[in-house]
T-cell receptor, first 111, second 114 residues
């Protein structure tokens, strides 16, 4: 069974701090995606990483895919209150087109 | 370009009843997937529909069933509701099977079973 473990589960920080969220698995994934979900809404796709070792940047967010394609990280620089939300990583399941999600990291940034 | 829409937004049902949730896919998308998200958890894959046929199913019992229509909209039906079925039900569409991982989610339907 393919599983994605996210850590930490909860993170509460002050505006301006940096943080890193981790997504780990014992399985190899062809790609990983990161989503952000706000209360009462569906997940919004932030990025897809495909190649082992790949690094993608989205403004203050940096995403990295592990060399072995079993893990990924999301780093946020100078967090802002608008970054508050549930961050989910997801990978393609064995069926190929279904997404397997981690449990998510709930981030709270206070001003 | 119209995004994914779902209806209703909230629903309260009693244990044993049946429910139908609806989803309109994003314009130009022909593949629809349904997920269940319990409180404090990530979404779990229920099933996927492509060109009106089921194209993969997660670990959910047969009382969870679905349909996709010629216009690519979709329904999720749940029979004999149980308390544990209380969750946010998410619909996601993608352009086609090859782009299946690039899924765009609707806002969800919050189902409460009492």
């Amino acid at each position: 069974t393919q599983l994605l473990e996210q850590s930490p589960q909860f993170l509460s920080i002050q505006e301006g701090e940096n943080l890193t969220v981790y997504c780990n698995s014992s399985s190899v994934f062809s790609s990983l995606q990161w989503y952000r979900q706000e209360p009462g809404e569906g997940p919004v796709l932030l990025v897809t990483v495909v190649t082992g070792g790949e690094v993608k940047k989205l403004k203050r967010l940096t995403f990295q895919f592990g060399d072995a394609r079993k893990d990924s990280s999301l780093h946020i620089t100078a967090a802002q209150p608008g970054d508050t939300g549930l961050y989910l990583c997801a990978g393609a399941g064995q069926a190929g087109t279904a997404l397997i999600f981690g449990k998510g990291t709930t981030l709270s940034v206070s001003s | 370009e119209t995004g994914v829409t779902q209806s209703p937004t909230h629903l309260i049902k009693t244990r044993g009843q049946q429910v139908t949730l609806r989803c309109s896919s994003q314009s130009g998308h022909n593949t629809v997937s349904w997920y269940q998200q319990a409180l404090g958890q990530g979404p779990q894959f229920i099933f996927q529909y492509y060109r009106e046929e089921e194209n993969g199913r997660g670990n959910f019992p047969p009382r969870f069933s679905g349909l996709q229509f010629p216009n690519y909209s979709s329904e999720l039906n749940v029979n004999a509701l149980e308390l544990d079925d209380s969750a946010l039900y998410l619909c996601a569409s993608s352009r086609n099977l090859d782009a299946g991982l690039e899924q765009y989610f609707g806002p969800g339907t919050r189902l409460t079973v009492t």
